[in-house]
């Protein structure tokens, strides 16, 4: 009973989020090959489905530019297609991944998520995020102090040339442990994430107790430190459990 017991905690862990709360947004993971569309204006955009190219093997959707047009202020504009409801006052939280190549090495692949009403085009920035080279999860609150509407959309624009990759976006309503927090988490943060091989703990503690679950709730791995060897996981998508009562999610390549 008691195997039984982690197993049902660890797995309401992994997909509690994504089960409690309602994706305000149709086909975030772009498994339908639809629901979204460029606006390129002045750039080349080569907006595209591409298989076999998200976290997990699956569909994510392709930004590709090599020429924003030129002007005072270039940029492109992607949206999602679903009209949504959002209370004035209200606080939003939306979940990517994303990874890019920048069109010259080195340089920032920048872009910033809002959310616009349709009627009046009134907008509300999320905080401007850059992007890395590797898969990262990236979750952004905002309170929306314009008007009660039914016809919001999030949308992203872009001044920055490259390739860029989307994955997994979720729009929903944030809870007051959501507002203002990039990650929950105790005082515990992990890096690189994802990882190939040595995961990072960073913690109070030096000598940090964690352990490792599967998708299926299976310990895997536990240990003392901060610093977990993961090459012999499969890859896929894991929970690492602190004592200090974290809960972590993260991908191993």
């Known amino acids: 009973m008691k195997n039984l017991n982690v197993l049902i905690i660890v797995v309401g862990l992994l997909f509690s989020a994504n089960a409690s709360a309602q994706n305000l947004i149709k086909n975030g993971d772009f498994e ?18 591409a298989e076999g190219q998200g976290i997990d093997g699956s569909i994510a959707l392709k930004l590709a530019t090599t020429d924003l047009g030129g002007g005072d202020n270039p940029f492109y504009v992607v949206a999602n297609n679903t009209f949504f409801s959002v209370t004035q006052n209200t606080n939003i939280k939306i979940t990517f991944w994303a990874k890019a190549i ?18 009046d085009y009134s907008f509300t920035n999320f905080e401007k995020t850059s992007v890395t080279s590797r898969w990262v999860e990236y979750t952004l609150t905002t309170e929306i102090t314009s008007s009660t509407s039914e016809k919001y959309k999030l949308k992203f624009r872009i001044p920055s040339e490259g390739v860029i990759f989307f994955d997994n976006v979720t729009v929903e309503e944030a809870t007051s442990t959501d507002v203002n ?23 109070n ?5 964690y352990s490792i679950f599967n998708l299926c709730g299976k310990k895997v791995l536990s240990g003392v430190g901060q610093q977990v060897d993961v090459s012999v996981l499969k890859s896929g998508l894991y929970m690492l459990t602190l004592d200090d009562g974290s809960h972590l999610k993260f991908i191993k390549e």
């Open 32 to 49: 339908n090959s639809a629901g979204w569309h460029g606006n390129a204006r002045q750039s080349d955009l080569d907006m595209t489905y």
């Open 102 to 119: 920048p069109a010259v090495a080195g340089e920032d692949v920048e872009f910033t998520p809002f959310l616009q009403e349709a009627d």
């Open 181 to 203: 927090t990039l990650e929950v988490s105790n005082s515990a943060s992990i890096y690189p994430n994802p990882t190939s091989s040595i995961l990072n703990i960073r913690s």
């Open 205 to 209: 503690s030096s000598m940090v107790k």
